[in-house]
């Protein structure tokens, strides 16, 4: 099987290689990110407390190069490299186990029939979680994400929300309707079949999402099969923006069923806007009754265009375990 570092090079080379030869090809390439510094008391429900800094409170911060090719009749191969990076202990990567290009790194080729990718990709799920939730993708602090992704196998999906050896295709937009579908292996050390895909749709104000994704992953020692389901919705109502989620997985190797209900806003108060978010997530099994609520408040401050200020807290209850208490303030800038 060729691995998929040497399978990036050889896409990159043909779809460059083809490019230089066009007549009228057109090279557009930018560097982007954003960098999110805060500095707060982090204590999550049953964890002990800790008073640091920290790079993801509202955005995780990152730093990317994107590069395309545009050809005649609309096709546009390219390449996305994205590496997230923490300032609380100058290192690249969410955490240690990260790869170099942690955040996205793909081949890509556009065209009027869709997008294609190929690499490391973040998925469809995690996707329609960040984008149906007041607080966006922030892991810290986002109630929806926390819930879904970042508190534990008893509680929300298995596995990462960026797959390796991936290939996704996006349908262009019709008429307000995206469709969305990856197929990844997963870490080249355990053997995986990750299939996952969404349906978003937009009209005027209001916009919905099906997600859902199947993970089936061989470690030899504890295998995992998983299947989630997330029903997503935001309506701006002009005095506020609301979201609304539900999201339903079902663990067929730890036989534990979870139900996650989240929901917020965003409103203009004063010179900046309030970000409500709250979910509540109940699982169970044959030896799993576990009860989860969270309830985060955010205020945001537009300095400038690219420059924002805030303030932001969570109250995190388990049932059985001791309460968690975060709260952080920080500048988040985007470039």
Do not use: C
Request: avoid cysteine; charge should be neutral; hydrophobic fraction near 40%.
């Amino acid at each position: 099987m060729i691995k998929t570092k040497n399978l990036r090079g050889v896409l990159l080379a043909a779809l460059l290689g083809g490019s230089a030869m066009a007549a009228h090809a057109q090279l557009d390439y930018s560097a982007y990110g954003v960098l999110d510094f805060s500095y707060g008391r982090f204590e999550p429900s049953g964890q002990f407390r800790t008073h640091r800094y920290n790079s993801n409170s509202m955005t995780a911060s990152f730093v990317g190069v994107n590069a395309k090719y545009g050809l005649e009749g609309g096709w546009t191969p390219g390449i996305t490299l994205e590496s997230f990076i923490r300032f609380q202990d100058f290192k690249g990567g969410r955490n240690d186990d990260d790869p170099n290009l942690s955040r996205n790194a793909f081949v890509s080729l556009g065209s009027r029939y869709g997008l294609l990718r190929i690499g490391r990709l973040q998925t469809f799920l995690f996707d329609a979680t960040t984008r149906f939730n007041a607080l966006g993708n922030s892991v810290a602090f986002s109630p929806a994400v926390r819930h879904v992704f970042a508190s534990g196998s008893l509680e929300g999906v298995q596995g990462d929300f960026y797959w390796d050896r991936g290939i996704s295709y996006q349908t262009p937009n019709l008429e307000g309707v995206t469709v969305n579908l990856m197929y990844a292996e997963g870490e080249s050390d355990k053997k995986g079949d990750l299939t996952g895909g969404s349906i978003v749709a937009s009209r005027g104000l209001l916009s919905v999402s099906l997600a859902a994704q199947r993970v089936e992953i061989d470690d030899f020692i504890d295998p995992t099969r998983e299947t989630a389901v997330q029903l997503g919705a935001t309506y701006n109502f002009g005095w506020a923006r609301l979201f609304g989620q539900y999201t339903q997985t079902n663990d067929g190797g730890l036989d534990v069923d979870s139900k996650i209900v989240s929901g917020g806003l965003i409103a203009p108060v004063g010179p900046g806007n309030l970000h409500l978010q709250f979910a509540h997530t109940t699982a169970k099994g044959p030896a799993v009754d576990r009860r989860h609520t969270t309830v985060s408040a955010a205020y945001l401050y537009q300095y400038d265009s690219v420059t924002d200020v805030y303030a932001v807290g969570m109250d995190d209850r388990v049932r059985g375990q001791t309460r968690g208490a975060s709260v952080a303030a920080g500048v988040r800038w985007r470039f």
